[in-house]
Structure formats: C-alpha cells, structure tokens
C-alpha cells in the first residue's frame, strides 16, 4: 500500500516538473514570436525587445514554480535522503534568487516596494 503511495506521488511529482518544462518551452516560443511579429511587422524593436524580456521572465518564473513543486512533493515523499533535501534547498535558493531577480527585470522595482502608480501611505 504504502509502495504505491510513493510511486503514484512520485508520477505526480515528475508530471508537475514535466508542466514545468512545457510552460517554460510554450511560453518562450510566444515570446520569440511575438517579438519576431513586433521587430517585422510593427517595427518597434525597442518596444519588442522589452516585451520579449517581460514574456520570456514571466514564463521562466510560472515554470520554476511547477518545477519547485514536483521537487518538493518527489523530495518529501519519494526520496527522503540528506542529499535530496541539500539538493532541494539549493534548487529554491537559486530560484528565489532568480525570481527576485526577474522581478525586478519585468516590473522596475523589487517585490517589496510600491508601484510607481500607487501613492505611498
């Protein structure tokens, strides 16, 4: 009973990072294509290239998220050992660091701080 608990939570865990990775695919192909559609047809590169980098960072966060979560689920339930934990805490340090840094890209500002349009109180 308990064996297949873990191998069916083990599939779950491998289908969240296999979304992952086609988020990540899917959401950088619209982006090139859409950039590609900006740069040629509507000609305003400078306008496209920031798009691009907004659209392909929103894509790599969304699929790190499912990444993180089939980690997390394969890490808890699936392989409990000392390596598999350093190795995950490794994954969602880089993956903070990433996001934050991504956010900062994408919006201006980092996550803590007000949006340029909304007073401060």
């Known amino acids: 009973m308990l064996e297949h608990f873990k191998t069916t939570v083990g599939a779950i865990g491998w289908t969240l ?3 992952g990775v086609l988020v990540i695919v899917i959401g950088s192909v619209i982006a090139i294509g859409r950039f590609l559609r900006q740069c040629w047809i509507d000609d305003e590169r400078g306008h496209a290239y920031h798009e691009f980098r907004v659209g392909l960072g929103r894509s790599i966060l969304v699929g790190l998220e499912f990444l993180i979560a089939g980690d997390i689920i394969r890490t808890v339930v699936v392989d ?4 598999a934990l350093g190795s995950l805490a490794i994954i969602i340090f880089l993956r903070i660091v ?4 991504l956010f900062l890209e994408i919006e201006g500002r980092w996550p803590w701080q ?6 401060r109180a």
């Open 114 to 119: 007000p949006p340029a349009d909304r007073p």
């Open 80 to 83: 409990q050992t000392l390596e």
């Open 17 to 19: 990072e296999g979304i």
């Open 98 to 101: 990433l996001s934050f840094s």
